[in-house]
């Protein structure tokens, strides 16, 4: 594990270097861990693909004991024990969400673009997105929007290179190795390939997020007129 400082209030423990399932297991713990009993000066813990970032108030570490020229140093050695001896924890339990999605036309107008890419009919394209499971291995870029691990290699296709100003929210898309869903109307350059009525983003509920790190996810194919029927639901 590497600790770096981060500007002036942050350092980033680096748990490993790949995106991975192993490595997303031992960012979880990490976070796990500095989370189940917060160190002092210590205000917000944001963990991503390969790291957790902790934020901190230099003013309430020198309170807490930080000699004001090391305070760095000072939070790593107790970050460092904090890990060495982890609290006890109790694990989440990991949920399997299945995300309904009409694919193509309107709802996925790049799905052309990633079969051709792909050397694949669009349908195939569909079974093939339909058929992986995929891990959220973070949540981030606007509120409740999933980065999920598993996309089938052949699908893999890069990122537009002007992004288009406003993408619909519920948008699926492709981008690169990743898949994921728009839960705003936001601007974005990752190929979009269908919509779900489903809303990802909910902020008048608790939690305000449908998913989070851990969870798995299956899309689900459906037609124009069970999107229709679904998203009056929503």
């Known amino acids: 594990m590497q600790i770096t400082p981060l500007g002036d209030n942050a350092l980033v423990l680096e748990v490993g270097d790949v995106i991975d399932e192993p490595t997303h297991r031992r960012v979880q713990a ?14 917000e813990l944001v963990p991503a693909y390969t790291t957790v970032t902790v934020f901190y108030d230099p003013w309430a570490a020198v309170q807490a004991g930080a000699p004001e020229q090391n305070i760095t140093d000072w939070l790593a050695a107790l970050l460092r024990e ?31 673009r990633v079969a051709a890419q792909a050397k694949l009919p669009p349908e195939e ?10 891990l959220v291995h973070l949540i981030g870029f606007a509120p409740g929007f999933p980065y999920l691990g598993g996309l089938p290699k052949e699908l893999q296709t890069p990122r537009h290179a002007k992004p288009r100003m406003s993408v619909p929210p519920g948008s699926v898309g492709i981008g690169g190795a990743q898949t ?35 969870d798995r996810v299956k899309f689900r194919a459906i037609t124009p007129a069970e999107f229709a029927q679904q998203e009056e639901k929503s």
Do not use: M, S
Not at 96 to 112: K, Q, R, S, T
Not at 198 to 210: A, E, K, N, S, T
């Open 82 to 112: 904090r890990l060495k001896n982890p609290p006890k924890t109790e694990k989440a339990k990991p949920r399997l969400v299945e995300i309904p999605v009409c694919y193509g036309g309107e709802f996925g107008p790049d799905l052309a």
């Open 30 to 43: 990490a976070w796990r861990a500095l989370a189940a009993a917060p160190l002092p000066a210590v205000n």
């Open 180 to 214: 994921g869903i728009y839960p705003l109307a936001t601007p974005g350059g990752w190929n979009l390939i269908g919509r779900t009525p489903l809303r990802i983003f909910r902020p008048g509920q608790h939690p305000p997020v449908l998913l989070t790190a851990g």
């Open 125 to 134: 394209v569909i079974k093939r997105h339909g058929k992986a499971e995929y």
